[in-house]
């Protein structure tokens, strides 16, 4: 007969394990269950066991979904964590995704600023004559977001120069696009953020009037805003509600 250790090494081999439906199945203890989990070289997150050989693979999905994200969104810094789960493996078990996500973000083999991840080696910068564009320009951007096209001509460049350029410096984290070629100052869209968060502690969810009338600008801009949020997986839309999804999202000590 098949022993507890075999069944678990064989389950474990054809995709994640939830411990409690092997336990139940093999009427397992509690106590016998945790022994046998820990036997082997797995990685265990809230309920879930996963084989080394099968999270070795998820980890190849995981950079080359991270690589192409690079390739395509040439404007951000990154993806969060559970914008990079959805992508990748949305259908294996959440906790074991973001388990794994930590693990390789501790093994140094992703990388993260303010919760968003990207390659180690992923890195912008200006060239010197961005630099120096860079810092003519830098001091206009206030508290209100910019325009590609109105920057340029304040600015008096070339309209496609200043698009690079204000791409390269999104990369970096200094600016934020809220939608395409639309530039807040990265410490704004901070600052909404905490908005979101004080808003969810407090009612449980953000609606775009609440968020309007708390940050007194027009609906359509705090409309732009809140969908930015969505779009990239700090919240999720509900109605019309913007529920907090992943609050490791714009958080310092990531």
């Known amino acids: 007969a098949r022993t507890d250790a075999d069944a678990l090494r064989l389950h474990a081999s054809r995709g994640a394990v939830a411990l409690a439906t092997f336990g139940w199945a093999r009427q397992l203890s509690a106590a016998s269950l945790n022994a046998l989990a820990g036997s082997g ?7 879930y066991l996963l084989s080394s050989a ?12 991270l690589a192409r994200y690079h390739e395509t969104h040439s404007e951000e810094p990154g993806p969060g964590r559970e914008r990079l789960r959805r992508m990748t493996l949305p259908s294996e078990p959440e906790p074991l995704v973001l388990a794994l996500i930590e693990r390789m973000r501790r093994d140094g083999q992703l990388a993260s600023r303010e919760g968003w991840l990207h390659l180690p080696g992923h890195k912008a910068g200006f060239s010197e004559a961005q630099q120096a564009l860079w810092e ?11 325009w590609v096209r109105d920057l340029a001509r304040e600015a008096g460049e070339e309209e496609q120069a200043m698009r690079q350029l204000l791409r390269l410096a999104a990369q970096q984290g200094f600016i934020t696009a ?5 530039y807040y100052r990265h410490d704004r869209i901070v600052a909404f953020a905490d908005l979101i968060r004080a808003l969810d502690r407090e009612k449980g969810a953000t609606v775009a009037a609440d968020f309007r009338d708390s940050l007194n600008v027009g609906r359509k801009l705090a409309i732009q805003i809140l969908e930015y949020f969505d779009r990239i997986g700090f919240t999720r839309r509900r109605g019309n509600e913007h529920l907090l999804r992943d609050s490791a999202l714009f958080n310092s000590a990531l």
């Open 136 to 146: 003519k320009i830098q001091g206009l951007f206030g508290d209100e977001p910019w």
């Open 178 to 182: 809220i939608v395409k070629d639309r």
């Open 54 to 65: 099968l999270a070795a693979h998820w980890q190849e999905k995981l950079l080359a979904t």
């Open 41 to 47: 070289d797995y990685l265990q997150a809230n309920g």
